[in-house]
């Protein structure tokens, strides 16, 4: 008979069908004892159920099946936690008038109980026979030992299998609507901050005290540093979401070195204290995303800021030559300890720099999914005296990659 079973039933019952060994080992089971019947059983304080069977004798007995539980021997193992071993019911003196037998007409049975690592009983590995059979000695006992602790073994494999699964899932869910809101966050906050700027320009523009002009050249400052957090966090928020870095190719030198003498000066609006160089030599054309080096740049020369020495040039070099395109950017200062080096460039690394606690740790790491969409990298050389970051790409090679 069948009945609806608890769901942590229907999921042991399913383990055990999932576990591909359990049908070899009833057949093995069978052709060595010359039993016909063999089935792996769930027994619990109520219930009998099949699991998996093998039935050359009719028994009728399927996955899902059940008996009750107070007419089978399993009962009696759940009980005392021993195997029961009979060659010949009509022979022994124990089960000759037995109810089990009489009730199933069986001559011959062997049942060895199944314990779950943590000891706990979970059921039966047994197997009936119209006929007497030779049972009782060492070969079969340690088949059966062996069978049931490859079972067990196997169950547990299985549950901690579904369980990481389960927490990966759940895990992976939780990211999502993290990126998510990130991704909103980042987008609803980027209008506020385009107003800010746009007010500190007019009064910047209006004749005020010097005071007033220096706290607009702060807010307008701020808002060049809060929009670069804000692009830093939608690329890393769409590259987690599957949209990517999108590029945009041109090719057209002269904007990119009107783009990049642009983000020089801006960057040279925020900060005052270090003297810019800026090298431009592009001797070949070339395609690349215009606006992506200009962040790639942006973030280079940021960081160069914040970690450089105080009032020390940061210089930059950006050239074409031997089919490749490079963009360094050196600035003077302490070098970075070797331990740190392997981590620049993943998300949300920061070294914890003083002069750097307002960082989200995004900007190398978007830089460097930059490089590899135009199909470059980014390398970083530092010593006692100086740090450079450069980025090189082939100025031959296709990109048709989208990044992170």
């Known amino acids: 008979m069948k009945s609806t079973l608890p769901q942590s039933l229907q999921n042991d019952i399913y383990n055990i069908t999932q576990i591909s060994a359990v049908p070899s080992i009833l057949n093995i089971i069978c052709k060595s004892t010359g039993m016909r019947f063999s089935a792996v059983a769930r027994v619990t304080d109520n219930k009998w159920i099949t699991c998996v069977s093998q039935d050359e004798i009719k028994f009728g007995l399927k996955t899902g099946d059940e008996l009750v539980l107070e007419t089978t021997i399993c009962n009696e193992i759940r009980q005392h936690s021993a195997p029961v071993i009979i060659d010949d019911v009509s022979a022994s003196d124990e089960f000759c008038n037995h109810h089990t037998p009489t009730r199933y ?3 011959s049975y062997i049942s060895f109980p199944i314990f779950r690592k943590n000891g706990e009983f979970f059921g039966t590995l047994c197997a009936i026979d119209p006929e007497p059979a030779k049972l009782d000695n060492k070969e079969v006992r340690d088949l059966f030992e062996l069978y049931t602790q490859l079972i067990s073994f196997h169950l547990d494999a299985i549950e901690e299998v579904n369980e990481l699964n389960t927490t990966l899932q759940e895990e992976k869910h939780i990211g999502e609507l993290r990126e998510t809101f990130i991704a909103v966050l980042g987008h609803d906050l ?4 385009g107003t800010t700027r746009m007010c500190a320009d007019i009064l910047l523009q209006m004749d005020l005290p010097e005071i007033a002009n220096r706290q607009a050249s702060t807010i307008k400052s ?4 809060m929009q670069g957090l804000i692009d830093n966090l939608l690329d890393f928020a769409k590259g987690h979401l599957g949209d990517g870095i999108r590029l945009e190719l041109s090719r057209n030198k002269q904007a990119l070195k009107k783009l990049l003498l642009q983000v020089s000066k801006e960057i040279k609006t925020v900060d005052s204290n270090h003297p810019l160089h800026i090298n431009i030599d592009l001797k ?3 395609e690349c995303d215009l606006n992506r080096i200009g962040q790639l740049y942006s973030n280079l020369l940021g960081n160069a800021i914040k970690h450089g020495a105080a009032n020390m040039p ?3 070099q950006v050239i074409t030559e031997n089919g490749m395109f490079s963009l360094a950017v050196t600035n003077m200062g302490t070098k970075i300890p070797d331990k740190k080096m392997a981590d620049l460039f993943k998300p949300f690394f920061t070294t914890n720099a003083t002069n750097n606690k307002s960082g989200l740790g995004l900007g190398l790491y978007i830089s460097s ?7 470059g990298k980014m390398e970083v050389l530092s010593t006692d005296e100086k740090t450079q970051f450069k980025f090189t790409m082939p100025i031959k090679a296709v990109v048709n990659k989208i990044g992170l």
């Open 105 to 107: 007409g069986f001559q």
């Open 190 to 193: 980027r209008n506020p901050v």
């Open 222 to 225: 701020t808002s060049y540093r």
């Open 284 to 286: 070949d054309d070339f």
């Open 314 to 316: 940061i210089d930059t």
């Open 369 to 375: 999914e930059i490089a590899k969409a135009h199909n």
